[in-house]
């Protein structure tokens, strides 16, 4: 009995760990996917660096309680599993809803983003946000814009003076 309930307790730790680690955590319904589905969602997720478990929700509402997220016990009814990201908060919103688009039957309930709990509606809008290489491009386009302006103008000044002293 003891050595059962120490499994349990460093499960739980293990699962507290991942939670308190973890940049984006979302929590899903998979019931309905076939295993097929749930391979090809797993290998997404793999790809994009996320590592998506399935735990007793038991467990993981005592580990949630332990890293002081208790707002997610609510979400943690039936089949359940767990996206966890440690580098990139947009990667599994990102994954997740568009599996979810395609596959009505994944649903997703809640999660946390660097230690704060988030909606559905917030997760969705998340996934809607360009990567963050996306973000970087957009802002150095938006730098260099003057830059360019400036070197067209005085390429355009210099070649009206080639103009007139021609």
């Known amino acids: 009995m003891t ?5 349990k307790k ?6 507290a760990d991942k939670l308190a680690a973890s940049k984006s955590t979302i929590v899903t319904d998979y019931r ?8 090809e969602l797993r290998k997404q997720l793999r790809e994009a660096g996320v590592e998506f478990k399935v735990y007793k929700n038991t467990m993981t ?10 707002e997610l016990h609510p979400y943690l009814l039936g089949p359940t599993a767990i996206a966890f990201c440690t580098d990139d908060v947009v990667a599994p919103a990102k994954v997740l809803a568009e599996f979810a688009k395609k596959h009505e039957a994944l649903e997703i309930k809640a999660g946390v983003m660097e230690g704060r709990f988030v909606s559905v509606d917030e997760i969705n809008a998340i996934a809607t946000l360009p990567s963050r290489e996306g973000l970087l491009s957009m802002l150095l ?3 260099q814009a003057p830059i ?7 390429k355009a000044v210099s070649d009206q003076k080639e103009e007139q002293s021609a």
């Open 32 to 39: 309905g996917l076939t295993v097929s589905e749930m391979t």
């Open 61 to 70: 509402r005592r580990a949630a309680s332990e890293v002081e997220l208790e």
């Open 3 to 7: 050595a059962v309930l120490e499994q």
């Open 10 to 15: 460093e499960l739980v730790k293990t699962i």
């Open 141 to 143: 386009s938006v730098l």
């Open 148 to 154: 360019r302006n400036f070197a067209l103008a005085v």
